[in-house]
């Protein structure tokens, strides 16, 4: 074990006094502190076990060192973050990356490290060795009906292996589409896709939901079967109740304003989750917050007055998950700090004062509206994040104690150094 509770509580000891100095100051403040605290101790964002190892670029590679080498190494990174932030409770695992061979054994060291299993997700977008057809040109939009069946039985597999670990939900991200005009009949296309969604559909089980994720571009640069949020939502609606639309941060034009699209993605009852992450131009998996920190805010803002508005719980209600990979920084700093900039959004939206906006929008009052808004979101919680995550055991300052610690380093004692992730 890396990391005890007492390797923990010597990094806050060094750090109360002047924690408890920051925290005082800002409570003093704060008309609703309980409230605020017990949300952000509930809390937890899903680790994407592919977000675990150094990710990779259509022009190279630099892995890291001491990089989880099976799905149990996985497991034990998500636990070290889990110990570090308390906010990292859940794994979401991709197939065939993550096959758990045992998974009661899988189950057990997850279940000891505090690890739920979030939402599994299917890869139809490589071939494996030994698949019968290529997904060259698409996989359940494609023409050829037995690629479809393929890449529906994969899915249902991945279901499978979902249901043998506890997992609630199936995310489908499709790499689908085309390049050039007049490769693909677009109608056909997206009815191939919704057929096999169908399929899919039909073997999910009753407690479970279907996420469909869409992409604006890339791998394609043409067309994307599923390039947006209206089409997305309108595969989940014709898909039926247990079908929800899935936001990846990244996954838009650029200047989308995303806010919107999550306050009317709830408003329909068919917002499923996040993949959140940041980016300048397009999907760059960046570390949440790292450049559009307002926007996260922005989302945040929509999202608790869309979920209050529909009693909806705000810990256990969406898929909040990452989805982030690139390759410069240790990859678990970067999950830690994702996690961070998360909760700290949160924590300013929870402080948005709901009822003087509600007046202002009312009275068209817009000096007042953004006065609102940007008070919030130019407080520092970072002492109340903290302050939640110490009440239930984490580190004051978990990049802080990752580095003195040099728990990277440990990692590669244990692993050595040449280690390859799987993964993008
Ligand atoms: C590719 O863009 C992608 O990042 C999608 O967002 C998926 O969610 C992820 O890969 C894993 O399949
Ligand atoms: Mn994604
Ligand atoms: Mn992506």
Redesign the pocket.
């Known amino acids: 074990m890396i990391l005890n509770k007492q390797v923990v509580d010597q990094h806050n000891n060094q750090l109360l006094d002047k924690h408890k100095r920051n925290f005082t100051h800002l409570s003093s403040d704060i008309t609703h502190l309980d409230y605020i605290l017990e949300k952000l101790q509930q809390f937890q964002i899903a680790i994407?076990s592919?977000a675990l190892g150094t990710g990779g670029t259509r022009f190279g590679r630099f892995s890291g060192a001491g990089e989880p080498g099976n799905l149990e190494q996985k497991l034990e990174d998500v636990g070290l973050l889990h110990a570090l932030n308390k906010s990292s409770g859940a794994i979401s695992l991709?197939i065939p990356w993550d096959i758990p061979t045992d998974a009661d054994k899988i189950k057990q060291l997850a279940g000891s490290l505090g690890i739920a299993f979030d939402a599994v997700?299917s890869?139809t977008?490589q071939d494996q060795p030994h698949q019968a057809y290529s997904y060259k040109h698409g996989s359940l939009h494609h023409v050829d009906p037995r690629v479809r069946k393929q890449a529906v039985d994969h899915n249902i597999e991945v279901i499978n292996y979902g249901k043998s670990l506890g997992s609630k939900a199936l995310?489908v991200?499709l790499?689908d589409g085309s390049s050039f005009p007049g490769q693909l009949n677009f109608r056909e296309a997206f009815q191939n896709t919704l057929a096999s969604l169908q399929e899919i559909y039909h073997h999910l089980p009753e407690d479970w939901k279907l996420f469909v994720?869409y992409?604006a571009f890339?791998p394609h640069f043409y067309s994307t079967t599923i390039g947006d949020w209206g089409q997305s939502l309108l595969l989940a609606n014709k898909l039926g109740p247990k079908a929800y639309t899935l936001v990846?941060l990244?996954?838009h034009l650029p200047n989308a304003n995303i806010e919107q699209i999550v306050s009317l993605l709830l408003m329909e009852k068919k917002l499923g989750g996040f993949?959140f992450n940041d980016s300048k131009y397009a999907?760059d998996?960046l570390t949440a917050g790292s450049i559009k920190p307002y926007q996260l805010f922005l989302i945040f803002n929509e999202l608790i007055d869309g979920m209050d508005l529909h009693g909806m719980d705000h810990a256990s209600g969406l898929g909040w998950m990452i989805?982030a990979?690139h390759n410069l920084k240790d990859p678990l700093i970067d999950l830690l700090q994702s996690v961070e900039a998360i909760k700290i959004a949160y924590a300013q939206a929870l402080l948005v004062d709901r009822e003087a906006l509600k007046k202002a929008q009312q009275s068209n009052d817009i000096v007042k509206a953004q006065e609102l808004l940007q008070d919030a979101f130019r407080t520092d919680v970072r002492a109340l994040v903290a302050e939640a995550r110490l009440r239930m055991g984490g580190a004051i300052d978990p990049v802080q104690l990752f580095q003195e610690n040099e728990i990277r380093s440990q990692l590669i004692a244990e692993r050595g150094v040449n280690t390859v992730a799987t993964g993008?």
Do not use: Q, R, V
Request: net charge negative; no cysteine.
């Open positions: 994407p592919w991709h997700n890869n977008f995310t991200w790499a994720e992409k890339e990846d990244g996954h993949h999907d998996d989805d990979s993008l």
